[in-house]
C-alpha cells in the first residue's frame, strides 16, 4: 500500500490499494463438509400428530453420544396419501464429525422397539455409494492364506494331554507323558507378564500384559489376536469361546491409550469418547474388535460396588450375559446387540446372587429343549421371606419360587448337566445363637420342578456336583465350627479345622428304597479336608487339605469301587471306600486333567515361600512324577471340547473296550521299546566315543614312549617277586525283618 502524505492524498476511495492488507490477512475458504451428518433409517412411520414425541425420543437417543444442533433431526415427509407421513428415515446434524462418528459407532443396530432397530451411517456414505460404477469389477483374489488348525493338538497319535507350567518368568506348554518325564511342546521367556489362562475349550491360550491380551494357538503357537486394555487384571471368555470379558481397575483414558501405543499409532486405538471411565470390556475373540465397554457397577447414590469375578455370567448358549447390581436389579444383555433386554434392567429389591443354568434342558414329555434359564435368591426384610427364584430368559417368566426363613446366607449350585440346582441355606437356631445347613434341591428337569430339602445338623461349609450320571450324587464337607480359619495376605491358613465329608445321592422309589429322594450313602468323619474335586467324568473324588501350614493330606476316593459289598448290604454307600491317601508338602491346588486318569496338586509361589512345584498322580492315587521347580507359580491342563460322539457311538467303545485296550497296550508297548531302543543306542554312542578316545590316548601314549627311548630313557623293570596286597571286602545279609510303620 502506497504512503499518503497531506500533500498527495487520495481523491477517492478508489484509488488506494489494499492488496498487502488482503494478502496479511486472507481468510480461506472452508471447503463445505457434512461429515457430521449421520442418516438414520429404519424408524417408525408416523404423521404430524406423533412427529415431535419421535423427534424428542431420537434426541433422547442421540444426545448420549454428542450434541444435535438446535433443529438439528430432519424426517423428509411423504404427502402422496393426502395425509402427511414420515418417510421412514431422518437426518441428524452433530456439531462435530467425531461425535457422528460415536453415535454410528454405538448406535447402528440399536433396538428402539420390537420391530425397530435403527440403522445408523454417516451421510457421507451416502454420497459415496451414488458414485459407484454400475458396471461390476471384481475385486482382485487375495492369495490363499492356509490358518493353522486351533485344535491340532487333539490329533496327537497318542492322545496326550498338554498342561501349561509357569516358573519364574518362563511359560511352558508341556506334552503328558506316563512312563516318562513329560515332553516340553514350547517355552518362551517373558510370554507372560502376570500369568496365563486357557480359553473354555482348550482353543486358545491367553498371556496378561501391561498393554492388554494377547491370544496364542496352533502348532506353532502364533499371535492370532491382541486386546488393547491398559493394566488389565482379570480375564473371563463365553462358554464356546465367542467372545471375551476383560477387567482393569484402572478407567479407560483414550489419551492415555494414545500414548501408550505412541504416535502414528493412534488408529489402533479401540475406544472413543464414550468408552471413558469404563473398567470392562467385551470383545470379539476372533476378531479382537471391541464390542462394548461398561461403566463400574454403583450404588443409587453412585458410589463405586464392590463385585465378584466374572461380572457377567453368560447363558451357555452365548445369546445371553447378565450382571448383578447387589441389593437393586439384573441386568441381563443380548449378546448379538450388546445391549438391555427390553432396554432396561430387572429391578429386584435385596437381590444377592444369581446363577445360569449351565445347560439347555430338553423337556422328557415333548423332548423339546426350554428356554435358557437362571436362579437368583433374595434375603428375608421385614416381614418378607427369603425367597429362591427361578426365572425363564427371555421372557423372565417365573418358573419356580421357594419360600425361606432365618437365612444367613445362601449359595447356588447347578447340576453341570442343568439337571438341578442346589441351594446350600445357612439358617439360624431359634436361639440366634449357632447356625447350621439346609440343602433345598431343585429338580430342574422334571415336571412343576419339585424340591427335596436335606436338613443336616452342622454347617455344609463346600459342596461339589459330581459332574456326570444320572443319580445325582453329591459331596459335602460340612463342620460343627463355620468360622473360617484366620488366613494371612495369601490365603493361607494357620490350622485346618476339624471337617466331616458326606456322600448323597437321589433314590427312586423300588424295592430297597421306600420313600423317593436324596439319600445318605455315606460319612468320613474326623477328617481336616477343606476342598473337594470330582474327576471330570465322576467316579473318584479327592478330599484335600489346601492352603494350610499344618496339614496336607489328600485322600483318594472311588465312589464305585467294592460293589459286592454294596449289593449284598442294600446299601450304595458301602461301595464307597478311600482306596489310596498321599501327602504334598504345602499343597495350594489341585486340579484333575480333561481325562479324569492323572491329576496334578501343585505348590505356588504366589502363596508361600515353601518348596514349590508339582506332583502327578493317576486317579488311584499312585504318584507317577515329582517336579521340584523353583519359584513355580502354576500348572493348567488344557481344557478339551466337547466330544463329538454321540452316546450311542460311545456306547459301542465301552462293548468293545478289551479290543481297543489290546490296541493301545500294544502301543505303550512299543513306545516303550522305543524309548528303551533309544537309551540302548544312547550308551552304545557313549562306549564307541569312550573306545575312540581310549585308542587316541593309548597311540599318543605309545608314540611319546618310543621318543623317550630314543632319547635314553630306561623304563622301570618290575621284578616277578614283587607282591602286591589286594583288600576284598565281602558283605553278607545274614537277617532281614520288614515292618510297615503307619
Known amino acids: 500500500m502506497s504512503v499518503f502524505t497531506e500533500s498527495n492524498l487520495p481523491a477517492s476511495e478508489a484509488e488506494i490499494d489494499f492488496t498487502d492488507l488482503e494478502n496479511q490477512y486472507v481468510v480461506p475458504e472452508q471447503e463445505e463438509t457434512l461429515e457430521n451428518v449421520v442418516v438414520v433409517d429404519n424408524i417408525p412411520v408416523v404423521d404430524e400428530s406423533k412427529e415431535e414425541k419421535l423427534v424428542q425420543v431420537l434426541k433422547k437417543i442421540f444426545k448420549k453420544h454428542g450434541t444435535v444442533k ?122 507372560t507378564e502376570a500369568y496365563a489362562q486357557w480359553s473354555p475349550l482348550g482353543s486358545f491360550l491367553c498371556t496378561v500384559h501391561e498393554q492388554g491380551l494377547v491370544l496364542w494357538g496352533g502348532p506353532s503357537w502364533k499371535k492370532l489376536a491382541r486386546f488393547i486394555h491398559r493394566k488389565v487384571k482379570l480375564v473371563d471368555f463365553s462358554p464356546s469361546e465367542r467372545y471375551l470379558v476383560t477387567f482393569s481397575a484402572d478407567p479407560i483414558s483414550v489419551d492415555a491409550v494414545n500414548q501408550m501405543l505412541g504416535p502414528g499409532n493412534e488408529h489402533q486405538n479401540p475406544y472413543t469418547i464414550d468408552d471413558e471411565g469404563h473398567t470392562v470390556c467385551v470383545w470379539d475373540a476372533h476378531t479382537g474388535s471391541l464390542l462394548r465397554s461398561f461403566p463400574p457397577v454403583r450404588s443409587e447414590d453412585g458410589k463405586p460396588v464392590k463385585s465378584s469375578w466374572p461380572q457377567f455370567k453368560w447363558s451357555p448358549s452365548e445369546k445371553y450375559f447378565a450382571r448383578l447390581n447387589q441389593n437393586v436389579s439384573l441386568s441381563i444383555y443380548e449378546a448379538s446387540t450388546m445391549s438391555l433386554l427390553d432396554k432396561k434392567s430387572i429391578k429386584i429389591a435385596g437381590i444377592q446372587d444369581f446363577a445360569w443354568c449351565p445347560n439347555l434342558i430338553v423337556d422328557p414329555r415333548t423332548g423339546t429343549t426350554r428356554p435358557e434359564m437362571l436362579a437368583y435368591w433374595t434375603p428375608e426384610e421385614g416381614n418378607l421371606p427369603a425367597r429362591v427364584t427361578l426365572m425363564s430368559v427371555p421372557s423372565q417368566a417365573i418358573v419356580r419360587t421357594k419360600n425361606l426363613f432365618s437365612v444367613f446366607n445362601a449359595s447356588l449350585h447347578w447340576h453341570p448337566k442343568g439337571q438341578a440346582l442346589c441351594v446350600r441355606v445357612q439358617r439360624y437356631t431359634k436361639s440366634k445363637k449357632s447356625r447350621f445347613t439346609n440343602l433345598e434341591i431343585f429338580r430342574a428337569y422334571e415336571r412343576d420342578v419339585p424340591v427335596d430339602v436335606i436338613e443336616l445338623k452342622d454347617c455344609a461349609v463346600a459342596f461339589d456336583w459330581e459332574p456326570v450320571g444320572d443319580n445325582l450324587r453329591f459331596a459335602i464337607i460340612h463342620t460343627d465350627d463355620p468360622t473360617p480359619p484366620i488366613t494371612n495376605s495369601t490365603g493361607i491358613a494357620s490350622t485346618a479345622v476339624n471337617t466331616s465329608v458326606s456322600f448323597y445321592a437321589f433314590e427312586r422309589k423300588g424295592k430297597l428304597v421306600k420313600k423317593e429322594g436324596f439319600q445318605l450313602l455315606k460319612t468320613f468323619d474326623r477328617k481336616k479336608v477343606t476342598a473337594l474335586k470330582w474327576s471330570p467324568h465322576g467316579r473318584h473324588i479327592i478330599l484335600a487339605t489346601l492352603r494350610t501350614i499344618s496339614t496336607f493330606e489328600l485322600d483318594f476316593v472311588d465312589t464305585d469301587f467294592d460293589q459286592a459289598a454294596a449289593n449284598k448290604s442294600g446299601n450304595p454307600g458301602d461301595a464307597i471306600t478311600i482306596i489310596s491317601t498321599g501327602e504334598h508338602y504345602g ?156
Open 70 to 191: 438446535a433443529n438439528g433431526i430432519h424426517m423428509p415427509k411423504d404427502s402422496s396419501s393426502g395425509k402427511p407421513k414420515t418417510k421412514g428415515y431422518a437426518f441428524v446434524e452433530f456439531e462435530t464429525a467425531q461425535q457422528a462418528q460415536a453415535a454410528i459407532f454405538n448406535l447402528n443396530g440399536y433396538k428402539l422397539d420390537k420391530s425397530h432397530s435403527l440403522l445408523v451411517n454417516a451421510f457421507m456414505d451416502v454420497e459415496r455409494y451414488t458414485e459407484v460404477n454400475d458396471a461390476y469389477q471384481a475385486p482382485p483374489e487375495a492369495p490363499f492364506e492356509e490358518r493353522e488348525h486351533l485344535r491340532s493338538w487333539l490329533t496327537d497319535e497318542y492322545g496326550r494331554d498338554q498342561f501349561a507350567v509357569y516358573a519364574d518368568q518362563e511359560l511352558s506348554v508341556f506334552w503328558n507323558e506316563t512312563a516318562h518325564p513329560a515332553e516340553k511342546a514350547i517355552s518362551r521367556s517373558n510370554w
Open 587 to 742: 499343597v495350594t491346588d489341585l486340579e484333575w486333567d480333561p481325562t479324569g486318569r492323572f491329576v496334578v496338586t501343585s505348590a505356588s509361589s504366589w502363596r508361600h515361600s515353601m518348596e514349590h512345584g508339582y506332583i502327578l498322580w493317576d486317579f488311584k492315587g499312585e504318584l507317577i512324577h515329582k517336579a521340584v521347580v523353583e519359584r513355580f507359580k502354576q500348572l493348567l491342563w488344557r481344557p478339551r471340547p466337547r466330544s463329538l460322539l454321540t452316546e450311542e457311538m460311545k456306547r459301542e467303545v465301552r462293548k468293545d473296550l478289551k479290543s481297543f485296550a489290546k490296541e493301545f497296550d500294544e502301543q505303550d508297548e512299543r513306545r516303550l521299546h522305543a524309548a528303551d531302543a533309544e537309551l540302548m543306542a544312547q550308551r552304545r554312542r557313549l562306549v564307541t566315543e569312550w573306545n575312540t578316545w581310549r585308542e587316541q590316548v593309548d597311540e599318543m601314549l605309545s608314540r611319546e614312549t618310543d621318543e623317550a627311548l630314543q632319547n635314553g630313557y630306561k623304563l622301570p623293570i618290575i621284578s616277578d617277586d614283587q607282591e602286591f596286597v589286594v583288600d576284598e571286602i565281602v558283605e553278607e545279609i545274614i537277617d532281614e525283618k520288614e515292618e510297615i510303620i503307619n
